[in-house]
């Protein structure tokens, strides 16, 4: 199998907003791309319906092959996620949260352990999800995403609203992840660094289309010889990534 | 052993289970505040206080009404004064004492204080003769209208007379707590549901868990059941411990057949369990779903008698009434308390609830908004 996601002409309209036109996007096993874009260009869309958590209007998407529509109980097997934003039960601890997760996938308390200590928590192994700090709940998410080893993970702005440090510790674990495993990731960010450090290719998208697509460099060179993404989507669009 | 622990049902019945016992607020909700009001409530209507009844007497000019008055009789008699009032004390062992405080007033006073609900009967003497104001639907103004009658044509003896052909009840669940206990069950089972089981949902939908949750392989009608178990185990505590203390304090009994009052608890689960996850299908947004859950129980908690008897509604309403799964719930509870009803007396009840349950459960199950 070359590819492991494959998203051929995939539409999405919300009433008179088109959030995402036809996309075509292939990711082979291993690879880490980076989806980038302005504020509502579509990503999350995107990525909630490579999740299946949101149908296409109309194209298609195939997981390891398979489309959702009666593959779902296999697919979320082979998936992981963190949402964009997504609070847990209040009132479990680090522990019990993953031991809850974990029961879905019929794993065991070893497991539990393992991806606790996988994300740094192992301090917090006893403490309420309500008492974490953000980035510490930014790595629980991220733990519950990996319980499963999946095979596509899926990282809807992991790193959002977190300090400089608590990103660098995120981008380390992903790091480790992609050295030791096979997984591929699709990671949606509004940071270029991020982007820059962890993805083997950028996906630039604006206004539910995507404008490029390919290695950073062969990107920069490509467009006018940008000296950064920003610079790239002025090239390309004569706006600024961010105003 | 780990096998069954490690199953999602009782991972996800554990959760819940832990989330709502470490929330304090929730069990002095579901466990302190029934018993307290219980306790207040049954003291309240049960010991033999004096009765203290407001009359407002108009007065005219400045001479005293009462004075030219048929009342003016008992008043010389007994000029108890308090406060400006004529009190009349009234003795009845049996029937328990009441003061009758005649407060002189002008019309427009007598008339704010019946409309603040200190007095129901207004006096004014009309040509030397007594009229008496009053809703004659509101059946204590009549009560006190008959008292006050008597009292001014036979003199306060009338209201000691006779003691000896009355009898006092004593049967057992006939006191006022024998009917609240069961009202108080039946409500808690309501409440913990509808705010349970329906605001939880609501809140994980817009707190996006629930999307979270269904990204996994975890079947979905397990997190609805999980729910509904673990509220059913809280709800269990809740009205074992709300029993208990009727038990300790007031003695109260259960007379029927347990078996029938443990179906009937679990048809009431069932029934309230699917009207909450119907509620909770489709809203995110907790301020509908706070105003959903308050258009399903606060009708109910009015009409459905659990503090006071239905029998006062209009006889058109009281069909309606009977039907709505709160009234099934209290009225067969309280016929197992206090009547010694058995599955004979309720299975109509047993059936209806666990229909009403099952039905809205998978009604909202299909429309049911995961994301
Ligand atoms: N449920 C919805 N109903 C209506 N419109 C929606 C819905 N979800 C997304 N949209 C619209 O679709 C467009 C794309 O939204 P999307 O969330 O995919 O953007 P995004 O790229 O993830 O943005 P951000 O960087 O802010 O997260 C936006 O215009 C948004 O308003
Ligand atoms: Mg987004």
Known sequence: MEYIVEVSNVKKSFKEVHAVKGVNLTIKPGEFVGLLGPNGAGKTTMVEMIEGLQHPDSGEIKIAGKTWKNNSKELHQLIGLSLQETHFIDRLSVFETGQLFASFYKLGTDRVNEVIELVGLQEKRKAYVTTLSGGQRQRLALGIALLNKPSVLLLDEPTTGLDPNARREIWMILKKLKDEQNTSLILTTHYMEEAEFLCDRIVMMDQGTILADGPLDQLLRDFDNARNLDELFINMTGRHLYE | ?371
Not at chain 2, 8 to 19: F, G, N, V
Not at chain 2, 115 to 140: C, H, M, Q, R, W
Not at chain 2, 244 to 260: C, E, H, K, M, R
């Open chain 2, 1 to 371: 052993m780990n096998k069954i622990k490690n199953h999602q049902l009782y991972r996800l019945t554990a959760a819940h289970i832990k989330e709502i016992v470490r929330e304090p607020v929730v069990l002095f909700w579901g466990i302190v505040f029934p018993i307290l009001m219980a306790w207040g409530l049954g003291i309240a209507f049960s010991s033999k206080q004096d009765l203290n009844r407001e009359i407002a007497v108009i007065k005219h000019s400045n001479t005293s009404t009462i004075q030219k008055s048929a009342l003016q009789n008992i008043i010389e008699h007994y000029p108890d004064k308090e406060k400006g009032d004529y009190a009349l004390s009234l003795k009845n062992e049996k029937l328990g004492n009441v003061k009758l405080s005649f407060h002189e007033c002008t019309e427009a006073e007598a008339h704010v204080m019946l409309k603040k609900g200190t007095i129901s009967l207004i006096i004014d003497v009309v040509d030397d003769k007594l009229v008496y104001y009053f809703d004659p639907v509101n059946a204590e103004a009549q009560l006190i209208y008959q008292l006050v009658k008597g009292v001014v044509y036979n003199g306060p003896q009338y209201y000691a007379s006779h003691q000896e052909e009355i009898k006092p009840l004593t049967v057992t669940g006939t006191r006022y707590i024998d009917f609240l206990i069961p009202g108080l069950i039946a409500m808690g089972i309501m409440m913990s549901s509808s705010w349970g089981i329906s605001y939880t949902l609501i809140e994980r939908r817009s707190k996006k868990l629930l999307r979270r949750m269904v990204a996994t392989p975890m079947r979905k009608s397990n997190l609805l059941i999980a729910l509904i178990f673990a509220r059913f185990i809280m709800n269990i505590i809740e009205a074992v411990l709300l029993y208990a203390f009727a038990y300790w304090y007031f003695d109260l009994q259960i007379q029927g057949n347990l078996i029938a009052l443990a179906l009937l608890f679990i048809a009431g689960n069932i029934a309230f369990a699917g009207i909450s996850v119907l509620i909770s299908s489709h809203t995110a947004n907790s301020e509908v779903g706070n105003g959903l859950i308050n258009a399903v129980v606060t009708p109910m908690m009015v009409l459905s008698g659990v503090f006071f008897s239905y029998h006062h509604f209009p006889a058109w309403a009281i069909t309606f009434i009977e039907n709505l799964p709160l009234t099934m719930l209290a009225d067969g509870m309280r016929s197992i308390f206090n009547e010694g009803a058995g599955l004979l007396e309720i299975w109509k009840s047993l059936l209806v609830l666990s229909a009403t349950g099952i039905i809205t459960f998978v009604v909202g199950l299909k429309i049911f908004k995961w994301y």
